[in-house]
């Protein structure tokens, strides 16, 4: 079971869109739509950003979106902000009835 | 208020046996399934495994599998992470939550931070 594979890091300036992609096999997110998307600041535990692919919490801004395609996910910032800046992980339902993250990605806003 | 409240930081040497705890309020702690994640210092996440503490179905990553135990009480709301011997590379941040939705996880403990070193 590999870890889901995301870039490393992003960048991106205020009030621009970054898109942060997140590929799997069709073991996991080709095969369910249960891919979700978590901020973590340093220190900080994870917060829940999108969850089954598409939908956001309550309280999470609608300047998050997720989408899939195959086995690729993404998560899209739109309206970069300061606050933004932070790491992000994908996370996927399995075959296995497992979970597996990705190695993360650094956001920084420049 | 769903919360999830973490045990302490522990600090202890190779071989030693350890038991974390998770504690959770604010809902039915038995019909939600509660995971484990570890982060180690400086990097990313990684999932453990899971518990149904309505039943105590247990899942675990095979990277984990063997490696850890985890269980349940549901008298007393709370979930445990445990090592029988732990080493060096044991040392990291660990994470319990709830599962939000069935997927995912919307609700997450403190951490633990646990340095095995001699």
């Known amino acids: 079971q590999s870890a889901l594979t995301q870039p490393a890091s992003v960048s991106g300036s205020p009030g621009q869109s970054i898109t942060i992609s997140c590929t799997g096999t069709?073991?996991?997110?080709?095969?369910?739509?249960?891919v979700s998307w978590y901020q973590q600041h340093p220190g900080k535990a994870p917060k829940l950003m999108i969850y089954d692919v598409d939908d956001r919490p309550s309280g999470v801004s609608n300047r998050f979106s997720g989408s899939k395609s195959g086995n690729t996910a993404s998560l899209t910032i739109s309206g970069l902000q300061a606050e933004d800046e932070a790491d992000y992980y994908c996370d996927s339902y399995t075959s296995i009835r497992t979970r597996v993250f990705g190695g993360g990605t650094k956001l920084t806003v420049l | 208020e769903v919360q999830l409240v973490q045990s302490g930081a522990e600090v202890k040497k190779p071989g030693e046996s350890l038991k974390i705890s998770c504690k959770g309020s604010?809902?039915?702690?038995?019909?939600?399934?509660i995971g484990w994640v570890r982060q180690m210092p400086g990097k990313g996440l990684e999932w453990m495994g899971s518990i149904y503490p309505g039943d105590s179905d247990t899942r675990y990553s095979p990277s984990f599998q063997g490696q850890v135990t985890i269980s349940a009480d549901k008298s007393i709301s709370t979930a445990y992470l445990q090592w029988s011997s732990l080493k060096a590379s044991d040392t990291a941040s660990y994470y319990c939550a709830r599962e939000f939705g069935g997927s995912s996880y919307g609700h997450w403990g403190q951490g633990t931070l646990v340095t095995v070193s001699s």
């Open positions: 069709s073991s996991d997110i080709g095969g369910y739509n249960y």
């Open positions: 604010g809902y039915s702690f038995t019909t939600y399934w």
